[in-house]
């Protein structure tokens, strides 16, 4: 059982590039979202999914989209990368909003 | 405790010492709780959780306070132990969202000296 799996782990951009961060879960959750977290801070929400087609923004949704067309994958992109977007990304799944499982995170670098 | 800026609160603790570390939480309408381990270079990690109908919760070696009338939690962690080091996070999730929705305190880190 994997759990939560995201890819890649470490990636570095320019500015102005676009990517797609995987995401991919086999628990069967409903639940999926995306956080980023700077250092020394707590995880901020970007973009959540309560099922296969419903997307939802979070608390710092601008310059990342996502769809989600299965139960196991919810992908995050970033359109046009911007030294801001320079973090820590986390991918959570949950069964009803509980006890939210995260994968291993995906280190990003914009230069 | 939370904190604002780039320095994360930190508690130094005894090996085989309790530990507690609090969180104050925002929204008085949330109704789940739950406690985070988060080691160098990992994610997340569940530890305990609560519901709002509940006061107290006890696991293996940790124990979750939750106080709604100061919208205060504590995780209390018993005889601390060097693996114990990490930085613990608080996540709330507001009764009226259904979506998975934590949201999540800045965080405490932990050093346990042997």
């Known amino acids: 059982n994997a759990g939560v799996t995201q890819t890649p782990k470490f990636q570095v951009l320019k500015t102005g590039q676009s990517m797609t961060l995987q995401c991919a879960q086999d628990m069967n959750h409903e639940y999926m979202s995306w956080y980023r977290q700077d250092p020394g801070m707590g995880l901020r929400l970007i973009h959540y999914s309560v099922g296969a087609g419903i997307t939802d923004q979070g608390e710092v949704p601008n310059g990342y989209n996502v769809s989600r067309s299965t139960t196991e994958d919810f992908p995050l992109r970033l359109l046009s990368a911007a030294p801001s977007q320079t973090s820590v990304y986390f991918c959570?799944?949950?069964?009803?909003?509980?006890?939210?499982?995260f994968g291993q995170g995906t280190r990003l670098t914009v230069v | 405790g939370e904190s604002v800026g780039l320095h994360l609160p930190t508690l130094s603790v005894q090996e085989g010492d309790n530990s507690i570390i609090n969180c104050a939480y925002s929204n008085s309408a949330s109704d789940y709780f739950i406690w985070y381990k988060q080691e160098s270079g990992k994610g997340p990690q569940f530890i305990i959780d609560i519901r709002s109908n509940m006061d107290k919760r006890q696991g293996q070696r940790v124990t979750v306070l939750l106080n709604k009338t100061v919208k205060h939690l504590s995780l209390q962690i018993a005889a601390t132990q060097p693996g114990d080091s990490a930085v613990y996070f608080c996540a709330e999730r507001a009764v009226y969202n259904q979506g998975g929705k934590l949201i999540f305190g800045q965080g405490t880190e932990l050093s346990v000296k042997p």
């Open positions: 959570a799944s949950s069964f009803q909003g509980l006890n939210a499982f």
